[in-house]
């Protein structure tokens, strides 16, 4: 089973500033991992795919990186609408998957 | 726009089997590549990955829950559906339906009572 790592539990930041969200894998999950996100009262949205690819409709102020176990979501420049719990997901045992416990942004 | 709808039974006595079904609009279930996805969440915590279905029929579902899970898919009703046997407290959360885990159901609250 390969178990994701998120960290820092909560993130607390003003907005314009920039978040950098981690997420570590426990083993190599080559660059199969994506971001969510995910308001009070709704479904999780797809941000980020494989690793880096942005989804449809994502603003460019959101950006992955990172390959093997080690990733991470950067938010530049933070809108009010950011503040949410990000997850992140692993598919290299695909069709299997799992997901980190999260991340929650929250205003400073 | 492809938009999906969980429905079924809110409230589950424990050792029962709870039954929801996953309508899906405006696109077709039959559609190549495509899987079909059932993930929950229990109250304040985080997601739960339960299973997946895909055009071919195969089903895939989570080690930890694989002998109390089936998901099905019915192509007549454009709709696919989740089974989980034998729940208790624990398997009390929202679930969600999702297609290729780009488009999510809004989810469903679960509640498995005594």
């Known amino acids: 089973e390969i178990v994701l790592t998120q960290s820092p539990a909560t993130l607390s930041l003003s907005p314009g500033e920039r978040a950098t969200l981690s997420c570590r894998a426990s083993?190599?999950?080559?660059?199969?991992l994506a971001w969510y996100q995910q308001k009070p009262g709704q479904a999780p949205r797809l941000l980020i795919y494989d690793a880096s690819n942005r989804a449809t409709g994502i603003p460019a102020r959101f950006s992955g990186s990172g390959s093997g176990t080690d990733f991470t979501l950067t938010i530049t420049s933070l809108e009010p609408e950011d503040f949410a719990v990000y997850y992140c997901q692993q598919r290299s045992n695909w069709p299997m998957c799992s997901f980190g416990q999260g991340t929650k942004l929250e205003i400073k | 726009q492809l938009q999906l709808q969980e429905s079924g039974s809110g409230l589950v006595k424990s050792s029962q089997t709870l039954s929801l079904t996953c309508a899906v609009s405006g696109g077709s279930i039959s559609s190549g590549g495509s899987s079909w996805n059932w993930i929950r969440q229990p109250p304040g915590k985080g997601l739960e990955w339960i299973g997946s279905i895909y055009e071919s029929g195969n089903t895939y579902y989570n080690p930890s829950l694989k002998s109390r899970v089936a998901i099905s898919v019915d192509r007549s009703k454009n709709q696919f559906s989740l089974k989980l046997s034998s729940v208790t407290a624990a398997d009390t959360a929202v679930y969600y339906c999702?297609?290729?885990?780009?488009?999510w159901g809004q989810g469903t609250l679960v509640t498995v009572s005594s």
């Open positions: 999702a297609r290729d885990y780009t488009d």
């Open positions: 083993q190599s999950v080559s660059n199969y």
